[in-house]
């Protein structure tokens, strides 16, 4: 079987990509994905990562696989496949929650007591105008699926706080959802915050990816905070690391 021709890139879409590349290898290519960006094309999206792949295309025409996704408003590290092997392998670290990932968050409304903790509540999948989004399930509720974020409070100033999380499970829109439920949605996110406009994008950011390399080896790949973050959190009097 042929395998069908790539779509056409340009050379300023070219350049784009390749700026935005963390780590390149044989086997995979890892970037820091920009706010906005989705991941896959769908409804609504007129170019995605998957389309920019193509630069990163073989001279047989196969490019670059993807084995995970970001929420198109979440910026930072996502790792892509460049063999077929490769994308077994990756996949694998996923299904098998060996991969770790850390993001943070700049949240809104009551801050979680404490400095540390885990939202330990399953989740459900529902329709919504036609829009799939996770609620926090009732006990009873058929269908629910087991979720977990670990989170950790970086700094807090009256009801904003900045949140390193870190899913122990990968269900779609998880930390969104089970901040949500925390009373404390993130800020920009219009899905599952307060519709305010108290952001100009989702503040969360995929800021480091622990993974076995398919040559065997543990990786920690990491994407520096967005300047949007620097911004907010100055404005908001917040630190983004701690002990700042």
């Known amino acids: 079987m042929r395998n069908r021709p790539l779509p056409s890139l340009s050379e300023a879409d070219r350049a784009y990509v390749s700026s935005?590349?963390?780590h390149e290898d044989s086997q995979v290519i890892v970037f820091d994905k920009p706010s906005g960006l989705a991941v896959q094309g769908?409804?609504?999206?007129?170019?995605?990562?998957?389309?920019?792949?193509?630069?990163?295309?073989?001279?047989?025409?196969?490019?670059?696989?993807?084995?995970?996704?970001?929420?198109?408003?979440?910026?930072?590290?996502?790792?892509?496949?460049?063999?077929?092997?490769?994308?077994?392998?990756?996949?694998?670290?996923?299904?098998?929650?060996?991969?770790?990932?850390?993001?943070?968050?700049?949240?809104?409304?009551?801050i979680?007591?404490?400095?540390?903790?885990?939202?330990?509540?399953?989740?459900?999948?529902?329709?919504?105008?036609?829009?799939?989004?996770?609620?926090?399930?009732?006990?009873d509720r058929k269908g629910k699926l087991s979720a977990a974020?670990?989170?950790?409070?970086?700094?807090?100033?009256?009801?904003?706080?900045?949140?390193?999380?870190?899913p122990e499970t990968g269900r779609m829109h998880q930390i969104r959802a089970h901040l949500m439920g925390a009373g404390c949605p993130i800020l920009g996110d219009h899905l599952y915050g307060t519709g305010q406009r108290s952001a100009d994008r989702l503040m969360l950011h995929a800021q480091s990816l622990e993974i076995t390399h398919p040559d065997g080896?543990?990786?920690?790949?990491?994407?520096?905070?967005?300047?949007e973050f620097e911004r907010v959190a100055t404005r908001l009097g917040l630190a983004l690391e701690y002990g700042t």
């Open 217 to 227: 080896e543990r990786r920690t790949f990491s994407a520096p905070v967005p300047s």
């Open 20 to 22: 935005i590349v963390l």
């Open 42 to 110: 769908g409804g609504g999206v007129e170019q995605s990562l998957d389309d920019l792949l193509v630069a990163f295309a073989k001279s047989n025409g196969k490019r670059p696989r993807l084995v995970h996704r970001l929420d198109r408003g979440t910026s930072g590290v996502i790792i892509v496949a460049r063999t077929k092997p490769a994308a077994a392998f990756l996949s694998k670290e996923f299904s098998s929650r060996r991969a770790r990932k850390t993001y943070v968050a700049v949240v809104e409304g009551k």
């Open 112 to 139: 979680p007591d404490g400095d540390e903790g885990v939202f330990d509540q399953p989740l459900v999948k529902v329709e919504e105008g036609g829009r799939p989004r996770m609620l926090i399930a009732k006990p």
């Open 149 to 166: 974020t670990a989170w950790r409070v970086v700094s807090r100033t009256g009801n904003h706080a900045v949140l390193e999380l870190s």
